[in-house]
Nanobody, 122 residues
Framework: HVQLVESGGGSVQAGGSLRLSCAAS????????MGWFRQAPGKEREGVAR????????YYADSVKGRFTVSQDRGKNTVYLQMNALKPEDAAMYHC????????????????WGQGTQVTVS
C-alpha cells in the first residue's frame, strides 16, 4: 500500500532554513506527481510545491517562489522541500502527497497523504 513518511520539521527562527523529506513506498515512484502542502491552525490547506517525478518539472505557490525548492532523489524514492528565508507565516503542518499517474498540472488531484511534519517559525 502507498506510504508517505515526512521528516525534517522543527523549530527555526525567522530567516532560517529547514529541509523536509518525504519517503515514498508501496508504488512505482516514477511517472507520478508529488506535492507538498501546508495547513496552519484556522487556515485552509495550501499547496506549496509539486514535482513531476518522471520529467522533474516543478511548480510553486507564489508565496514561496524564490525561497522554497522541491527536489527528488529517484534512487531513494524521496522528495525534498528545501525551505529558506523562513517567515512566521510559513509555520504550519507540512504534508507530503502523491497523485498517482497525474500530470502534475493541478493542486487538487492528490489522493495519498502523509501524516505531516510540523514547522514552527519564531
Amino acid at each position: 500500500h502507498v506510504q508517505l513518511v515526512e521528516s525534517g520539521g522543527g523549530s527555526v527562527q525567522a530567516g532560517g532554513s529547514l529541509r523536509l523529506s518525504c519517503a515514498a513506498s508501496g508504488y512505482t515512484y516514477s511517472g507520478n506527481c508529488m506535492g507538498w502542502f501546508r495547513q496552519a491552525p484556522g487556515k485552509e490547506r495550501e499547496g506549496v510545491a509539486r514535482i513531476a517525478t518522471g520529467g522533474g518539472s516543478t511548480y510553486y505557490a507564489d508565496s514561496v517562489k524564490g525561497r522554497f525548492t522541491v527536489s527528488q532523489d529517484r534512487g531513494k524514492n524521496t522528495v525534498y522541500l528545501q525551505m529558506n528565508a523562513l517567515k512566521p507565516e510559513d509555520a504550519a503542518m507540512y504534508h507530503c502527497a502523491a497523485d498517482l499517474g497525474g500530470m502534475c498540472l493541478r493542486w487538487d488531484d492528490f489522493g495519498y497523504w502523509g501524516q505531516g511534519t510540523q514547522v514552527t517559525v519564531s
